[in-house]
């Protein structure tokens, strides 16, 4: 069974960092993509970051450029989103996501449950 | 960026009735286009893909349609597993966007 499971959110203040991890499991780990999608509360989904099944490739979102980093450590299966310059508005439901093909046609056919994390003085 | 733009917010229907979701891309996407369903509480779960494909485990009751700009989601026989928020995404360029939802709820 594929899965993704995330941890490491917490209450963070402004500012502040914060990494979260996503352990996957159930499929070839090393040859898919893996994503972050964020959803704040009550609110709809945002694509946060994204890096390809050998991390040559990675890609933001606007919003976060500079402050986030992701990478992935294939040997332990897991994918990593370090979060730096915290902001208020950072505050959301993190999920991690597998690719479905490969690294060609990102749309997410795995979902976490999602780690919280909430920026907040 | 692509701006992805679903009506209505919100859906009320009767189970057992038909759902139309919609949803428009500013620019064209191609086909590379997915729909995600997400019950209260839980995370989304992958719908269709390609606009038109269902995912693995997907009812055939679950439809998908269109290209470029414009496309549908039909629910054709709604079933009380199916009251949830429904996402659309479009994976032809970066970023990656999603639509703002439609809710469908019990009418």
């Known amino acids: 069974e594929v899965q993704v499971v995330e941890s490491g959110g917490d209450l963070e203040q402004p500012g502040g960092s914060l990494r979260l991890s996503c352990a996957g499991s159930?499929?070839?780990?090393?040859?898919?993509?893996m994503a972050w999608v964020r959803q704040a509360p009550g609110r709809g989904l945002e694509w946060v970051s994204g890096?390809?099944?050998?991390?040559?490739?990675?890609y933001y979102a606007d919003s976060v450029k500079g402050r986030f980093t992701i990478s992935r450590d294939n040997s332990q299966n897991m994918v990593y989103l370090q979060m730096h310059s915290l902001r208020a508005e950072d505050t959301a439901v993190y999920y991690c996501?597998?690719?479905?093909?490969?690294?060609?046609?990102?749309?997410?056919?795995?979902w976490g449950r999602g780690t919280l994390v909430s920026v907040s003085s | 960026e692509i701006v992805m733009t679903q009506s209505p917010a919100t859906l009320s229907v009767s189970p057992g009735e038909r759902a139309t979701l919609s949803c428009r891309a500013s620019?064209?996407?191609?086909?590379?286009f997915a729909w995600y369903l997400q019950k209260p509480g839980q995370a989304p779960r992958l719908l269709i893909y390609?606009?038109?494909t269902r995912a693995t485990g997907i009812p055939a009751r679950f439809s998908g349609s269109g290209s470029g700009t414009e496309f549908t989601l039909t629910i054709s026989s709604l079933q009380s597993e199916d009251f949830a928020v429904y996402y659309c995404?479009?994976?032809?360029?970066?970023?990656?966007?999603f639509g703002g939802g439609t809710k469908v709820e019990i009418k």
């Open positions: 890096i390809g099944y050998s991390a040559g490739r990675t």
């Open positions: 620019q064209s996407v191609s086909s590379n």
């Open positions: 390609g606009a038109s």
């Open positions: 995404q479009q994976y032809y360029n970066w970023p990656l966007t």
């Open positions: 996501v597998k690719i479905a093909i490969g690294e060609s046609y990102w749309y997410f056919d795995a």
């Open positions: 159930g499929f070839s780990f090393s040859t898919y993509a």
